[in-house]
């Protein structure tokens, strides 16, 4: 944000020197036969250069304005991406990436641990019978709604970044 803040002052600065070309905007009095002495020259050049310098001020503070603006539009965008996201997720769900690389233990003796956001391997219980190593199943995932497919069964369950459960079934995390 300063860094943004800093760009905008030192464009502005640069475009009010291009503009004013590197001289003040307006010009000193002529010296008249009555303004003739070296102070007043002095005075109507350090008043014109008081008017040079109230203008880039005053550029100064609108350059500092606008980015300001800038600034506070930019952080009202966040907070409504961070809103829209949070609308988004339900209450409690957490992302499949928190969920990757866990295992889970049923009452059944079924284990089921997550290998990748496309992959969980299914061992004990019933598959042991079947696939004593384990078995690998389709995984889907999508706000908190977990689903495994595997030899033509699906089963459901849900995440909510602390427990899991799996068609009613609370696991415990091994």
Known sequence: MKNLLTLSLILGLS????????EAKTAAPAATPEAATPADAAN???EA????????????EEVVEDAEGSAAKAEEAVEEAADDATA?????????D???GTAWAFEDGTEI?????????????????????????ALTFEDGNVTISAMGQTKTGTW??????????VATKK
């Open 15 to 22: 475009l009010v020197l291009v503009a004013c070309g590197g």
């Open 160 to 169: 909510d970044g602390e427990s899991f459960e799996m068609d009613g079934n």
């Open 98 to 100: 928190t969920l990757v």
């Open 44 to 46: 109507a050049a350090a």
């Open 113 to 137: 641990s997550f290998k990748d956001a496309e992959t969980a391997v299914i061992k004990g219980g019933v598959v042991a019978l079947i696939a004593p190593g384990g078995l690998d199943a």
């Open 49 to 60: 250069g008081s008017e040079a310098k109230e203008a880039v001020m005053e550029a100064v």
């Open 88 to 96: 988004e997720t339900p209450a409690g769900a957490a992302g499949l």
